[in-house]
């Protein structure tokens, strides 16, 4: 996706946090995204994967180490947002473009296909009452990618949808990170969705988390959904589980 003479957007150098309490969160992060690259963190729950995201993010601070983000234009899809009051599935995604000055028709255009990429084409007519669970990330995606941010954090952002649309929302994203040149940093427990959509994968240890290993994934972008079942996939997909499972098995298994 990327140029190799593009800088990167995201630089984190031995980032650490170690929180009041004593209990130390993230241990020596090396990690860099650069435009148009959608680069997973994957491990298991507690290794400080939304920890790090929230540094990112600027909501929380490092102890250690050197964090760069060269943008100021962030977007951050929670695990669990929160829609605005009184905007249905319609008007919801235009919220963030028209904060920043972006002119009506323009996001009218822009928020109008970003409805039908996150999958609420359908349900657009409906107030803000339906968006629960999925539909609501869905909606803060669609949200942040009418902002058209440089820099997109995603916070498991597919996990309360079923496989199928998982992937199908997937496929549309990453479409979106080519067309856009957008950085995308994924937090998730998928290691499947982590090779199926990212271009570098850095797998986390328990906690503290630690890099415990870094793959590239190599397939071409648009990825045909027939890739998913080839044994390239399979062998990639085995590679990046064993190094998890090593970095979360105690020391002397």
């Known amino acids: ?21 004593g209990l130390l969160a993230l241990d020596s992060i090396d990690l860099d995204v650069r435009p148009g690259e959608l680069v997973s963190v994957v491990g298991p729950v507690g290794c ?3 920890t790090l995201l929230r540094i990112v993010a600027g909501l929380a601070a490092p ?18 947002p929160t829609p605005p009051p009184r905007r249905g ?12 000055g972006v002119p009506r028709a323009e996001r009218q255009r822009l928020a109008g296909h970003t409805i039908v990429v996150v999958g ?8 803000p009452q339906v968006l629960l669970g999925g539909t609501r990330v869905r909606a803060s995606l669609a949200r942040w990618l009418t902002l058209l941010p440089d820099l997109l954090l995603l ?23 080519m067309e856009r040149g957008v950085a995308g940093l994924l937090a998730t427990r998928s290691v499947t969705e982590a ?10 240890s328990g906690g503290p988390g630690r890099v415990v290993g870094t793959f590239q994934v190599p397939f071409p972008y648009p990825r045909a959904p027939r890739l998913r079942r ?18 979360v098995a105690p020391p002397n298994l």
Do not use: H, W
Not at 63 to 80: E, H, N, P
Not at 120 to 126: I, K, N, R, S
Not at 235 to 246: F, I, P
């Open 63 to 80: 102890t250690s180490g050197m964090l760069a983000v060269r943008t100021r234009r962030i977007g951050y899809v929670f695990q669990d």
């Open 120 to 127: 609420l084409g359908e349900l657009a007519g409906l107030p």
């Open 195 to 204: 090779v199926s959509l990212s271009c570098r994968v850095a797998v986390l």
């Open 1 to 21: 996706m990327a140029s190799s003479a593009d800088g990167p957007v995201l630089e984190l150098e031995g980032v650490g946090k170690r929180f009041s309490d």
């Open 155 to 177: 916070d498991e952002p597919f996990g309360a949808l079923e496989e199928l649309t998982r992937y199908r929302r997937g496929d549309e994203l990453t479409r979106l990170f």
């Open 230 to 247: 080839s044994s390239a996939f399979s062998r990639l997909v085995g590679e990046v589980s064993e190094r998890l499972r090593a970095g």
């Open 48 to 50: 400080g994967k939304t």
């Open 89 to 100: 599935v319609r008007a919801n995604p235009k919220l963030l473009a028209e904060l920043d």
